[in-house]
């Protein structure tokens, strides 16, 4: 299998698994668990009906207050934008009858979402005497764009389960992810690699140049950590997925149009600071020393140059949407920046094919998952300095991976 043929059909799984996760009309769906408790139903419907005396059990939970009109209001552990809780309003019907209790909930405002978000979201909790103790079946209708937000609200649902039969074996309801610990992001990572092995050749070389992509990403994805930090985020983390790379996730939503774009631009710009040091190593390194920087640094600055085309889900498009304000200043930026790109693959010698199919491929994602999370309130805009600083950090990305490329290129096959 060649080269290029190799890439073109890593790039076609990609891009299927992307528009799989974040933009397939999955449309309007319910997941459905149900799991029997050893507590009688009136224990049972005092702590997972929100109108229950012990609502507030589960550790997300700060508070669950009744208010009239069979409404309550509760305080989630949870940060807001400005680092506050986050507080949703639940508008609750219940019904009893001989088969036992059946509660409904939907969410009528949010302190940190747009009433939008919720507009389709309805939960429906069913309660039942069982031999041995009392059967809860949790439904939860809302229609998706994508299986992202499926499979996660999927996992929750099971860890609230889980949570509930701690809660009333020890009364402690904390329950950790298994995805959130660093021993299973290790153990992901090593899958991804292997995964990757394949498109690069099933031989030792294959496996280092795996290796590598895998240690580009994880540099990659700690630049956004290292953002997240600076802005005050309390927990960040990193969620490798295999064959896509790697999510880093912060503490809370963003605050402002300049957190969106430092925290998208610092992925490779964290990278980029890498980029003097590996030159001047490979400088004063042995021919197979060296050989190896170059291979590195080639991965390294092709994997960011990509992650700067000016996409809506990559960095570059989320950096560009903030500093250029309007439509026809983000329209020719982000031409000049593809045109950048194409020039520096042009420059390495790729074949107008492959960079017309590349393009085309790049130009697809930029129509997937358009849309977003709409917050409640408009983020802080950016102010003139900053809009400046951002513009400029963006530039110095693309100009430092452009050469990186270059650099490696002369040096490998010059």
């Not at 998706?144 to 929750?156: E, K, T």
């Not at 960040?236 to 790379?245: C, D, E, K, S, T």
């Not at 309007?326 to 020719?332: A, E, G, H, I, Y």
Request: charged content about 15%.
């Amino acid at each position: 299998m060649s080269t290029s043929f190799s890439v073109l059909l890593l790039l076609a799984i990609n891009l299927g698994l992307i528009w799989l996760l974040i933009a397939a009309p999955v449309g309007r769906r319910t997941l459905r668990l149900t799991r029997v408790f050893s507590a009688p139903p009136s224990r049972i419907v005092a702590l997972v009906s929100p109108l229950g005396a012990e609502a507030d059990w589960h550790p997300s939970i700060l508070s669950s207050n009744r208010l009239a009109d069979n409404r309550v209001r509760q305080t989630f552990s949870y940060p807001d934008r400005r680092g506050e809780p986050i507080t949703r309003t639940l508008a609750v019907s219940e019904t009893t009858d001989i088969a036992g209790l059946a509660c409904e909930t939907r969410v009528v405002e949010d302190s940190a979402l747009d009433a939008s978000f919720w507009k389709n979201y309805v939960e429906r909790r069913f309660l039942r005497p069982v031999s041995g103790g009392t059967a809860l079946t949790v439904e939860q209708t809302d229609k998706y764009r994508g299986v992202a937000f499926l499979l996660f609200r999927y996992i929750q649902l099971r860890r609230e389960m889980k949570a509930l039969d701690q809660w009333l074996a020890t009364g402690n309801g904390e329950v950790r992810g298994v995805l959130e610990r660093p021993l299973m992001q290790v153990g992901l990572a090593v899958f991804s690699t292997l995964l990757l092995w394949p498109f690069f050749g099933l031989s030792l070389r294959g496996l280092l140049l795996s290796s590598m992509l895998t240690v580009v990403i994880v540099l990659h994805e700690f630049g956004h950590m290292a953002a997240y930090r600076a802005f005050g985020h309390q927990r960040v983390r990193m969620i490798f997925l295999p064959l896509l790379g790697g999510i880093a996730v912060g503490g809370r939503p963003y605050n402002s149009r300049f957190e969106v774009a430092v925290c998208a631009l610092m992925g490779a710009g964290m990278s980029a600071f890498l980029v003097p040091p590996i030159i001047a190593l490979h400088d004063t390194s042995s021919h197979m020393v060296g050989g190896a920087l170059m291979v590195f640094l080639l991965i390294l600055g092709a994997f960011n140059l990509l992650n700067l085309l000016p996409m809506h889900r990559f960095d570059g498009g989320q950096v560009m949407r903030q500093v250029f304000s309007t439509r026809t200043s983000l329209l020719v930026a982000s031409f000049l920046v593809t045109l950048v790109i194409l020039w520096v693959g042009w420059r390495i010698g790729l074949p107008a094919q492959m960079l017309i199919a590349g393009l085309a491929v790049f130009t697809v994602l930029s129509l997937i998952g358009a849309g977003g999370v709409k917050p409640r309130r408009a983020l802080d805009p950016l102010t003139a300095p900053q809009r400046l600083l951002a513009g400029f950090g963006l530039y110095a990305a693309i100009v430092l991976h452009g050469y990186a490329i270059i650099y490696a290129c002369d040096r490998l096959f010059g």
